[in-house]
């Protein structure tokens, strides 16, 4: 149990336009969702974390107008890139947890994005 | 920000031989998790450890945690080749959301064969 879907896997598209990033929770109902960047060969940077029902608490330097989160369902949480340029072009990857405390996380498979 | 250093960031050795991978953290920590990464992949929860356990195991893989020295090690034994892979550790570095995490650097690991 404890399955995670990401979808899209990989995204090309064209500088300025806005891509959303789909989460969801297969089989257990997500209270609190993450969302992680990576760069090639680096560590997971948590963004920002989404609460089911509530506005997602952002870490310190991701913009908020930049990356849109919205957890509206206890399955699903989104996650739009707005206006991305090629600086945004990274690896997404998002975790879900079904309370609070629970450990570990369970991860999707990751999205790779590409803005040209 | 990182909690932590990984170390060594990576690793090549042969297929049966046994791989260590360490991990340094700076705050105070309730549990320290490893998880692994296959390349363009999701992460992969392997084991977590407590802070007031010292050594776990799984299969193949041996974890130990030192608080005073703020480490933990991952040791996995008769490696092959499917255990290529990108290997973190991650804390929750005491924070009041038991639940958030913060990942170290990571050691890529290759099992030539």
């Known amino acids: 149990g404890a399955v995670v879907s990401q979808h899209p896997s990989w995204v090309i598209c064209k500088s300025g336009t806005s891509v959303k990033i789909e989460c969801r929770s297969l089989?257990?109902?997500?209270?609190?969702m993450f969302w992680y960047r990576q760069f090639p060969k680096q560590s997971l940077m948590l963004m920002a974390t989404?609460?089911?029902?509530?506005?997602?608490?952002?870490e310190q330097g991701v913009e908020k107008d930049k990356f849109l989160i919205n957890h509206a369902s206890l399955t699903l949480s989104t996650l739009t890139v707005t206006s991305a340029h090629p600086e945004d072009s990274s690896f997404y990857i998002c975790?879900?947890?079904?309370?609070?405390?629970?450990?570990?996380?369970?991860f999707g498979d990751g999205t790779r994005l590409s803005i040209l | 920000s990182q909690q932590g250093e990984e170390d060594p960031q990576a690793l090549s050795i042969q297929e049966g031989e046994n791989a260590t991978m360490n991990c340094s953290y700076k705050?105070?920590?309730?549990?320290l998790q490893w998880y692994r990464q296959n390349s363009g992949r999701g992460l992969v929860h392997l084991i977590l450890?407590?802070?007031?356990?010292r050594e776990k195991h799984s299969g193949r893989l041996r974890v130990t945690l030192d608080t005073s020295k703020k480490s933990s090690s991952l040791l996995i034994t008769a490696s092959r080749a499917a255990d290529t892979a990108s290997y973190f550790c991650?804390?929750?570095?005491?924070?009041?959301?038991?639940?958030?995490?913060?990942f170290g650097s990571g050691t890529r690991l290759s099992i030539r064969p």
């Open positions: 975790s879900a947890i079904r309370d609070t405390f629970e450990q570990p996380q369970h």
């Open positions: 089989d257990f109902q997500a209270t609190t």
């Open positions: 989404s609460n089911e029902g509530s506005k997602a608490t952002y």
């Open positions: 705050t105070s920590i309730n549990n």
């Open positions: 450890i407590r802070s007031n356990e």
């Open positions: 991650a804390t929750d570095a005491g924070y009041s959301s038991a639940s958030k995490i913060i």
